[in-house]
Nanobody, 124 residues
Framework: VQLQASGGGLVQPGGSLRLSCVATGFNMDYYAIGWFRQAPGKEREGVSSISIIDGSTYYKDSVKGRFTISRDNAKNTVYLEMNKLKPEDTAVYYC??????????????????WGQGTQVTVSS
């Protein structure tokens, strides 16, 4: 499987961005796709994930109510809509997946398959 992330950029506090992750080579062994982020000097953290099978979602507490993850199975694409962005959301964002790992567990592991990062900068 290959993942390609895009959609990052510079946005002011309170603004919005939508990230996209296109997956190729996907099959039924992949249960979920997750979004992770890593800020300078900080450890990588899981942000949100979605089940490819039933569309159920999981969010890190700090992004609940602001971020929305969704999928378009016909386009093999997962989106992360980010609203009310804060400076602390600044990071490189990655999408990732692995075989036979469900959505909540995915954010607690180190998946084997990663897209390239996309930079999100929230600054005035």
């Amino acid at each position: 499987v290959q993942l390609q992330a895009s959609g990052g950029g510079l946005v002011q506090p309170g603004g919005s961005l939508r990230l996209s992750c296109v997956a190729t080579g996907f099959n039924m062994d992949y249960y979920a796709i997750g979004w992770f982020r890593q800020a300078p000097g900080k450890e990588r953290e899981g942000v949100s994930s979605i089940s490819i099978i039933d569309g159920s979602t999981y969010y890190k507490d700090s992004v609940k109510g602001r971020f929305t993850i969704s999928r378009d199975n016909a386009k093999n694409t997962v989106y992360l809509e980010m609203n009310k962005l804060k400076p602390e959301d600044t990071a490189v964002y990655y999408c990732a997946t692995d075989t036979f790992v469900e959505k909540s567990a995915l954010l607690l592991t180190t998946p084997r398959y990663w897209g390239q990062g996309t930079q999100v900068t929230v600054s005035s």
